[in-house]
């Protein structure tokens, strides 16, 4: 199996798109031949006629790729905001494990490493009887989780982790992502804390970068933060 990991989170807007396009633009800056994908996207932008995928843009603006790249890092393209399950039935669209998972091996083939963003969090159907956890289970990649910072992020770090468990995932470690300049209490005790009781590694804690702005596609600053503050080196072995 090819070298990489699925990235999911504590919810979704957890993060997960920063932490992946930044972690690719590293990955590539250092010689290693990455690629990210994003197999189904929910809400994807129309523009002039045609569903954009805007997480796979994205990777594209901080890797230096040509924007046109991105639909060929996305699978399933849907407009509508939600759910995969219910963006795809809104959209009149069947998804389909066995297209899935052949798209995927497919894209991996020519790569050496693989960074797969998940959709929301692991609890999200793809349909009826096929989760996002399932996805992940059947790519086999181990987990980055993407945690928030601040309050409430124990409890649903704790849960996502006591999720992937359940379902039989390894999980590689933990990543917070946009932490306050001025951490309080809460979110300094969180760092030390999530470690603690997931038994997992804290792999970074990327700052809240005012400059950062994944929709608009403005990666100011993000290659430089992961590049300081991610163990990407661990990650990649
Ligand atoms: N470190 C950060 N500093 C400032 N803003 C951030 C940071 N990380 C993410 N954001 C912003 O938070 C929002 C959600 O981030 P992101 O799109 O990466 O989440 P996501 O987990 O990928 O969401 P989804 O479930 O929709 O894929 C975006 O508007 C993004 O620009
Ligand atoms: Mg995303």
Known sequence: MKKGFFITATDTGVGKT??????????L??????????PVQSG???????????????????????AEAAA??????????????????????NLDRETLLAWCAEKVRASEFVLVEG????????????????LARDLGYPL?????????TINHTLLT?????????????LVVNGLPGEAGPVEQDNLKILPRLTGLPLLGTLPRLAGLDVEKGHCAGLVHAVRQHLNWRALIG
């Open 18 to 27: 920063a932490v992946t396009a930044g972690l690719l633009a590293v990955l």
């Open 29 to 38: 800056q250092n010689g290693v031949q990455a690629v990210a994908l994003k």
């Open 44 to 66: 994807a932008v129309r523009k002039n006629g045609r569903l954009l995928p805007p997480d796979a843009a994205f990777y594209c603006r901080a890797a230096g790729w040509p």
């Open 72 to 93: 060929n890092l996305c699978c399933y393209c849907l407009e509508p905001p939600c759910s995969p399950h219910l963006a795809a039935a809104l959209s009149g669209i």
């Open 119 to 134: 959709a929301g969090g692991l609890a999200v159907p793809i349909t009826d009887n096929y989760l996002m956890v399932d």
């Open 144 to 152: 980055l989780v993407v945690c928030r910072p601040g309050l409430g």
């Open 161 to 173: 982790v006591a999720y992937a468990r359940q379902h039989g995932l390894s999980l590689a470690g």
